[in-house]
Nanobody
Framework: QVQLVESGGGLVQAGGSLRLSCAAS????????MGWYRQVPGKVRELVAR???????EYADSVKGRFTISRDNAKNTVNLQMNSLKLEDTAVYFC?????????WGQGTQVTVSS
């Protein structure tokens, strides 16, 4: 079993910054493959950023240059630094990983960007 707990969401004005954190516990052997997704009501959950093989990363085009994913292996934590936030970044952000073929999600954290 794997548990993912997100934190750091909140309300921020457009142009501002937020930092999300995801703490992983349980049968986590590696932070490879961990990432962040987001979902707006009525829309499909979409990839924001994730670690691929090794230290490689993948970002959605809409967040490239503004968001940065990082990790702390000692703390089993994956972070998402979000800068220059836009109204369209408003969503529930979910942490995600897959272990032995099983996909795990956190409970989500709300990010609201206001004008």
């Amino acid at each position: 079993q794997v548990q993912l707990v997100e934190s750091g969401g909140g309300l921020v004005q457009a142009g501002g910054s937020l930092r999300l954190s995801c703490a992983a516990s349980g049968s986590i052997f590696s932070l490879n493959g961990m990432g962040w997704y987001r979902q707006v009501p009525g829309k499909v959950r979409e990839l924001v950023a994730r670690f691929t093989y090794g230290s490689n990363t993948e970002y959605a085009d809409s967040v490239k240059g503004r968001f940065t994913i990082s990790r702390d292996n000692a703390k089993n934590t994956v972070n998402l630094q979000m800068n220059s936030l836009k109204l369209e970044d408003t969503a529930v952000y979910f942490c995600n990983t897959k272990v032995f073929g099983v996909v795990y999600w956190g409970q989500g954290t709300q990010v609201t960007v206001s004008s």
